[in-house]
């Protein structure tokens, strides 16, 4: 499997953005799939996970009311829906998948993953 998360951008505070994880293979369906974080000088930060259907959802704390999660199997695309921007959301943002239809909030559990892509919030 392979993944390209695209959509970043420079937004002010308050907007929204949507990113999109598009994945090549037929299998990308059955997996599990999250998106995670990066800002300069800190760890990587989970944000929020899918399961293979798109039945059960799991938000980070620190986004949760302003973020959320979907996916389109039949595009092969993962969405992260980012509303009420701060600029402490700037990061690069990577989305993954993982080799079981469940989600999961852990680095470690997830086998494949997609160049990320920058978004930036400003004040």
């Known amino acids: 499997v392979q993944l390209q998360a695209f959509g970043g951008g420079l937004v002010q505070a308050g907007g929204s953005r949507r990113l999109s994880c598009a994945a090549s293979?037929?299998?990308?369906?059955?997996?599990?799939v999250g998106w995670f974080r990066q800002a300069p000088g800190k760890e990587r930060e989970f944000v929020a996970t899918?399961?293979?259907?798109?039945?059960?959802?799991y938000i980070a704390d620190s986004v949760k009311g302003r973020f959320a999660i979907s996916r389109d199997n039949a595009k092969n695309t993962v969405y992260l829906q980012m509303n009420t921007l701060k600029p402490e959301d700037t990061a690069v943002y990577s989305c993954?998948?993982?080799?079981?239809?469940?989600?999961?909030?852990?680095?470690?559990?997830?086998?494949?993953w997609g160049q990320g892509t920058q978004v930036t919030v400003s004040s």
């Open positions: 899918i399961n293979w259907r798109g039945g059960s959802t």
């Open positions: 293979g037929r299998t990308f369906s059955n997996y599990g």
């Open positions: 993954a998948a993982r080799r079981s239809a469940g989600y999961s909030i852990y680095v470690y559990d997830y086998a494949y």
